[in-house]
């Protein structure tokens, strides 16, 4: 067995999202690791960047500084992120949260048994769901992203203009 990859070593982070055809969003109502409840049906008219990860996962880890980046960049407007965490508990998730340079201003929810990424029908880590204002899923992605790239950010403009 290897060892596992440093950041240097890892590929570099994706800045596109796979479209799709329009189809309604699965159900997602999960807590926060403060025990708030967040409903995705309660977010119809915000364009909602939903992405599954888990702190043992390189490029989740790696992807996590961008996206925070973008929910800045994109604050005050139609649009809100949610990372759905799997599998893991508080504590794991509040170790790495304070490892990094930049506090999260989105919710860090908590799917512990994994249901909701199977409702979702996640088939691996990092994986992210682009919502439009309808509720509808537009695009997906599979690994690590740079969700600050430009090009996303257009991206999701264009989606919360429509």
Not at 62 to 68: A, K, V, Y
Request: charged fraction near 20%.
């Amino acid at each position: 067995m290897s060892a596992p990859l440093t950041a240097a070593e890892l590929p570099p982070l994706s800045h596109s999202l796979t479209q799709q055809r329009p189809q309604p969003a699965p159900g997602l109502k999960l807590n926060d690791i403060n025990g708030a409840a967040h409903d995705l049906a309660q977010l119809k008219g915000h364009v909602v960047l939903i992405n599954f990860w888990a702190t043992w996962c390189p490029p989740c880890r790696r992807e996590m500084p961008s996206l925070e980046r973008l929910t800045q960049q994109l604050k005050g407007e139609a649009f809100s992120a949610l990372a759905v965490n799997v599998g893991e508990n508080v504590d794991s998730i509040s170790l790495f949260t304070s490892q990094l340079d930049t506090d999260l201003s989105f919710p860090l929810l908590l799917d512990s048994r994994s249901l909701t990424l199977q409702a979702w029908k996640v088939a691996g880590l990092p994986t992210t769901y682009l919502i439009d204002k309808k509720g509808r899923v537009v695009a997906r992605a599979i690994g690590g992203r740079e969700f600050d790239h430009p090009d996303m950010v257009q991206a999701i403009r264009a989606l919360i203009s429509k």
